[in-house]
């Protein structure tokens, strides 16, 4: 009991670890004078690099669930590079993490982890925020930048889903060829234009710690928490993103996108504190049937 425990806590520090590592893409990609597929491309070049590194000798199996984790990852990061340059940050990563919804839906089918009917009250005002937001973006970058970021919600949860799925094999295996195909996919676009300087440290931060090392963290997370957690605890992404952006470049989103990114943000926090007072209550009923 207590080693389940201490190995589920340790799973929670890395998710957030992972979180606040993620929440510095909004402005780091911003940074950048470069094309957004581009950056996607070099960012994951980097981070396919360190991985391999921590991997070795990485386990290829082609298993349905190593591939489709890796076809999502690559979905994800690309359309999240291309939400953040059309959009606001915070319009991109709030609208993002819409992924709850899809991993609430397809999990009990997917992966046998049952949603709870809280959780369902939890996606509807989910929902209800999402809605928000395009009560400020009506200009037509405003609006394909949306879009973009929420088909990058669905990806981000069937990464999860995959990923999650693999919880006693390796999941690492599917970020390391996410990013050597989003690489791939993207190299066209490095060519005609060369970064600077600036740019080019931004992109070695971004590949090394913002996406390699919170990717090997939250692989090693997953396995020990449920794929719902696995997409709510990291609630301080949404919330550290925009706020970054605002203190280095002064971009504030709009105030319909505020009131729909507190709805979002409280609601997911709101589910994943009554998940944690239910387990504690829940563990410490069976300590006492044990003494």
């Given at each position: 009991m207590n080693t389940i425990l201490s190995e589920r806590n340790k799973a929670v520090i890395f998710l957030i670890t992972a979180a606040v590592l993620w929440s510095f893409g909004g402005l780091f990609i911003k940074l950048v004078s470069w094309n957004p597929l581009a950056i996607a491309g070099m960012?994951?070049?980097?981070?396919?690099?360190?991985?391999?590194?921590v991997l070795r000798?990485?386990?290829?199996?082609?298993?349905?669930?190593?591939?489709?984790?890796?076809?999502?990852?690559?979905?994800?990061v690309i359309l999240y590079v291309a939400a953040n340059k059309l959009t606001t940050a915070a319009n991109a990563i709030l609208l993002q993490?819409?992924?709850p919804i899809y991993v609430?839906?397809?999990?009990?089918w997917f992966l046998n982890e049952r949603t709870r009917v809280f959780d369902w009250i939890v996606i509807f005002f989910v929902i209800a925020g999402m809605t928000?937001?395009?009560?400020?973006?009506?200009?037509?970058?405003?609006?394909?930048?949306?879009a973009l970021a929420i088909l990058s919600g669905i990806s981000f949860a069937c990464v999860v889903l995959f990923m999650r799925k693999q919880k006693n094999e390796s999941p690492l295996e599917s970020v390391f060829l996410g990013n050597v195909l989003t690489a791939l996919i993207c190299m066209p676009f490095m060519f005609g234009s060369i970064p600077d300087l600036n740019s080019w440290a931004v992109l070695i931060f971004l590949g090394i710690f913002q996406l390699g090392l919170s990717y090997i963290l939250y692989s090693a997370?997953?396995?020990?928490?449920?794929?719902?957690?696995?997409?709510?605890?990291?609630?301080?992404?949404?919330?550290?993103?925009?706020i970054w952006v605002f203190m280095a470049i002064g971009e504030m989103p709009g105030p319909w996108s505020l009131v729909g990114g507190f709805i979002v943000v409280v609601s997911?926090?709101?589910?994943c504190v009554l998940t944690t007072l239910e387990k504690?209550?829940?563990?410490?009923?069976?300590?006492n049937c044990l003494q």
């Open positions: 960012r994951s070049a980097i981070a396919s690099v360190l991985i391999f590194m000798r990485p386990k290829i199996t082609w298993s349905f669930p190593q591939t489709g984790g890796a076809v999502a990852y690559a979905a994800t993490y819409t992924a609430a839906l397809f999990g009990a928000l937001f395009f009560f400020d973006d009506l200009a037509v970058g405003g609006v394909l930048g949306n997370a997953i396995k020990h928490v449920t794929a719902l957690e696995a997409i709510l605890i990291p609630v301080l992404e949404p919330i550290l993103n925009p997911v926090t709101a589910r504690e209550s829940a563990d410490m009923g069976a300590e």
